[in-house]
């Protein structure tokens, strides 16, 4: 794998891969995304057993920085800001109008809109940079720059749980 420096939305530098930990890059979709925050809210309550694992966390948004920001303000791990999808395009992470259309996103669409209605979440922007149709991808590298597993999500809540993760990178490989 090539190295990447990446910025997060507070100006941490963020080397990939990490010579001390292993990375778990996500692909989330757009800030406010009601799906994406239900999915975030499991890493941060269990963000100290993911560290404790050696698993540096990093969670992407094809959002703008600014906007970006306000959202992630209160996690416990980097996010950053690819508004043009530049990164998502190197990582082979699409669009797609299946990505809401599939019933096994409907679950979590609903309860994250609902609790983004109650005040929970922060509503997303009316228009979204990248779009409102990407789909999530996961990738788990190593210090050595191996990428170890990797998940393109088929819809928009196809993404790794903790459990999976922390499976993962306990056997280091799929």
């Not at 922060?122 to 990428?147: C, E, H, S, T």
Request: with cysteine; aromatic share 8%; charged share 20%.
């Amino acid at each position: 794998m090539r190295r990447y420096e990446f910025r997060s939305v507070t100006g941490e530098h963020i080397p990939v891969p990490d010579p001390s930990a292993l990375v778990h890059l996500q692909f989330r979709r757009f800030a406010g995304c009601p799906i994406c925050n239900l999915h975030l809210q499991s890493f941060v309550a269990r963000h100290a057993e993911i560290n404790a694992a050696g698993i540096r966390e990093v969670a992407f948004f094809h959002s703008p920085a600014a906007e970006l920001a306000e959202h992630t303000a209160d996690l416990p791990f980097a996010t950053v800001a690819d508004p043009d999808k530049d990164i998502y395009r190197q990582f082979g992470i699409e669009s797609s109008p299946r990505a809401l259309l599939d019933p096994r996103s409907w679950p979590a669409i609903i309860r994250g809109s609902a609790l983004t209605l109650r005040g929970r979440f922060r509503a997303p922007a009316g228009r979204q940079a990248g779009g409102r149709l990407g789909l999530p991808a996961d990738f788990l590298i190593a210090p050595d720059g191996v990428v170890l597993a990797a998940k393109y999500g088929t819809h928009a809540d196809d993404q790794w749980s903790v459990d999976e993760l922390l499976a993962r990178a306990a056997t280091g490989h799929r």
